[in-house]
């Protein structure tokens, strides 16, 4: 069955210090993986998804296909990354409409 | 502004009195989805839509009906809520260019409590 994992509830750093948030897929085929932010008071909104191999916000994101990962790193956090955050999974075909979040990770950034 | 919209925003209901939520875009979308989000759950899929009159179900359909017949709308019904349906819900519109996934524009949320 398809699955995403995001092993973190609540990720604490401190301003400055790098940033890593976990997210472990479980899919058979190809799959396109997603992370959306929710900022305090704003809609759920897409960061990046790995097709794009884009840098968002300083914000990058590697699909390990080896270790079935997508985690989302950013080498210095800032106070205004404080969200929770989501990994998704769809399916690569393109066929299905189907997306799966995973249980999302509150990243809070201290000063 | 494009944007999706959700009516309405906060809604207390009792065990079995249907009620409709309704969704609307205005971005000429092919693609459009229902989650609830729970607590420890994150979001989850409860049905989708990718065209006018093509629905399908997501991970969670079981109290939940929708219909698409105009592209713009895509209201979710629950036909006799239960209190396990308490949630916060969120409507999602994309394209659907060639069948690949795009950005999906999500709602403000509407935040439904059963009792």
């Known amino acids: 069955a398809q699955r995403v994992t995001q092993p973190e509830k609540l990720l604490s750093v401190f301003k400055g210090a790098p940033v890593e948030l976990k997210c472990n897929y479980s899919?058979?085929?190809?799959?396109?993986l997603f992370w959306y932010v929710q900022y305090s008071r704003q809609r759920l909104q897409l960061l990046l998804r790995?097709?794009s191999r884009e840098s968002i916000k300083g914000f990058t994101a590697d699909l390990n296909k080896g270790e079935t990962s997508f985690h989302l790193k950013k080498p210095f956090a800032q106070e205004e990354d404080s969200a929770m955050y989501y990994c998704a999974l769809a399916h690569g075909s393109g066929n299905t409409g189907k997306l799966i979040f995973g249980q999302g990770t509150t990243l809070q950034v201290k000063p | 502004e494009a944007q999706v919209t959700q009516n309405p925003r906060y809604l207390i209901t009792v065990t079995g009195k249907k009620l409709t939520v309704t969704c609307s875009q205005n971005m000429n979308h092919e693609y459009m989805s229902w989650y609830r989000q729970d607590p420890g759950l994150g979001l989850r899929q409860i049905y989708y839509?990718?065209?006018?009159?093509?629905?399908d179900k997501g991970d969670v359909p079981e109290g939940y009906k929708v219909s698409r017949k105009e592209k713009r709308n895509f209201p979710l019904i629950l036909e006799s809520p239960s209190p396990n349906q308490t949630s916060l819900y969120f409507c999602?519109?994309?394209?659907?260019?060639?069948?690949?996934?795009?950005?999906?524009?999500f709602g403000p949320g509407t935040r439904l409590t059963v009792l």
């Open positions: 899919y058979s085929g190809s799959p396109e």
């Open positions: 839509s990718m065209n006018v009159e093509v629905t």
């Open positions: 790995h097709i």
């Open positions: 999602a519109s994309s394209l659907w260019e060639g069948g690949g996934y795009n950005e999906q524009f």
